[in-house]
C-alpha cells in the first residue's frame, strides 16, 4: 500500500510569489488533514478535509492560504502571496475514518523556504 | 486552550544511555497522549499512545504513561541507539475531535557513538 505522498519534498520561492503543495493521500482514506511547523515551532493544525468537503478550517493562518480536494482525492494547498513567515514544512495526513481510533498516516511533508 | 510543552533540545547522548524526554500537557478535559517520532527524510510516524490516565504505552523499547496529576506523558528509553537520532513530538488529542491534534514543539536527539 502506497503511504501519503507529498509534492514537491522543497519549494523556494521568493516572496510574492505563489506556491502550490500537493498531497494525494492513501487510496480510499477519505479524511485528509494539513499541518505546517514554522520556523521548528510545534506543528499546527491547518485543515480537515472529509472527501471533498472541508470539515474544519480553523487553522487556516489567512487568505492568502487555500486548500482544495476536488473530487475527493489529492489535495492541493495554495499560498498566494507567500510571505517570509509563511516558511516552514508543511505535512499531510490522512486517515480512513474522522474519529480518534483511525490511524492517522502522515507523508514526508514538503519544507517551503520563501525568501 | 490546549497546549503541549516539550523539553527544548537538542539532546545529545551516547549509546546505551537512558533517555527522558519530558512532556506536561495543558488542557481542559482528559484527552488522548501520543509521542511521533520523525526520523531523517521521513514523514512522523505513531510511536505509541495512552488514551486515559495510568496508562503506558510502549514501543521499540520507549515508555511514556499518562499522569494525570502532573499532566505529563515523559518519553523514555532505557537504552537508545544511534538509529533513535530522530525529533520526537508530543501531541494530545480529544476524543470526538476527529484527528486533530495539538503537537508540541519538537525534541532532537542525537545519539551518538
Known amino acids: 500500500e502506497a503511504g501519503v505522498t507529498q509534492f514537491p519534498s522543497h519549494s523556494v520561492i521568493e516572496k510574492g510569489q505563489t506556491v502550490t503543495l500537493r498531497c494525494d493521500p492513501i487510496?480510499?482514506?477519505?479524511?485528509l488533514y494539513w499541518y505546517r511547523r514554522v520556523m521548528g515551532k510545534e506543528i499546527k493544525f491547518l485543515l480537515h478535509?472529509?472527501?471533498?468537503?472541508?470539515?474544519?478550517e480553523s487553522g487556516m493562518p489567512n487568505n492568502r492560504f487555500l486548500a482544495e480536494r476536488t473530487g475527493g482525492t489529492y489535495s492541493t494547498l495554495k499560498v498566494q502571496p507567500a510571505e517570509l513567515e509563511d516558511s516552514g514544512v508543511y505535512f499531510c495526513a490522512s486517515s480512513q475514518g474522522g474519529q480518534g481510533n483511525s490511524p492517522l498516516h502522515f507523508g514526508n511533508g514538503t519544507r517551503l523556504t520563501v525568501t | 486552550g490546549n497546549s503541549v510543552t516539550q523539553m527544548e533540545g537538542p539532546v545529545t547522548l551516547s549509546e546505551e544511555a537512558f533517555l527522558t524526554i519530558n512532556c506536561t500537557y495543558t488542557?481542559?478535559?482528559?484527552?488522548?497522549l501520543f509521542w511521533y517520532v520523525q526520523y531523517p527524510g521521513e514523514g512522523l510516524q505513531l510511536l505509541l499512545k495512552a488514551t486515559k490516565a495510568d496508562d503506558k504505552g510502549s514501543n521499540k523499547g520507549f515508555e511514556a504513561t499518562y499522569r494525570k496529576e502532573t499532566t505529563s506523558f515523559h518519553l523514555e528509553k532505557g537504552s537508545v541507539q544511534v538509529s533513535d537520532s530522530a525529533v520526537y513530538f508530543c501531541?494530545?488529542?480529544?476524543?470526538?475531535?476527529?484527528?486533530?491534534?495539538?503537537f508540541g514543539t519538537g525534541t532532537q536527539l542525537k545519539v551518538e557513538l
Open positions: 488542557a481542559t478535559g482528559y484527552p488522548s
Open positions: 478535509f472529509v472527501k471533498e468537503s472541508k470539515q474544519d
Open positions: 487510496s480510499g482514506h477519505d479524511n
Open positions: 501531541a494530545l488529542r480529544f476524543t470526538g475531535g476527529g484527528n486533530k491534534l495539538t
